[in-house]
């Protein structure tokens, strides 16, 4: 089985365009809400998050929602503990797609380091 991981020089989840995620409301409390929104830069990225190093500049106090968790996806998202590598795999390979292209080379790096 493949164990979920980030790799580095993405920052695929950093793009927080609302308009790509209609469900919003269904998992972030309205505090979180609020927050998630004031984040998203006019091009759609996260505020904190550097380009030119491909970075997060919070990401020791990131937010809840920026965090990917067997414990929190449970919570926010009512994934079983047991599901959580399949889906935090699945989820990271449709974003960095959405992002960046299915022959990418964020999506080839991802492949080679998680599947």
Not at 27 to 47: A, F, K, P, R
Not at 72 to 79: A, C, G, K, N
Request: aromatic content about 12%; hydrophobic content about 30%.
């Amino acid at each position: 089985m493949n164990q979920w991981r980030c790799i580095e020089n993405c920052g695929a989840c950093c793009n927080l365009d609302p308009s790509d995620r209609p469900d919003l409301e269904q998992y972030l409390t309205q505090e979180e809400l609020t927050l998630y929104l004031s984040m998203v830069g006019e091009d759609g990225w996260c505020i904190n998050y550097n380009h030119e190093q491909r970075r997060c500049n919070i990401y020791d106090d990131r937010p809840r929602f920026c965090r990917v968790k067997p414990d929190i996806f449970e919570q926010m998202y009512d994934i079983p503990l047991e599901e959580f590598e399949e889906f935090a795999i699945d989820c990271c390979h449709q974003q960095i797609e959405a992002v960046y292209g299915e022959k990418s080379e964020e999506m080839e790096r991802y492949i080679s380091q998680v599947g």
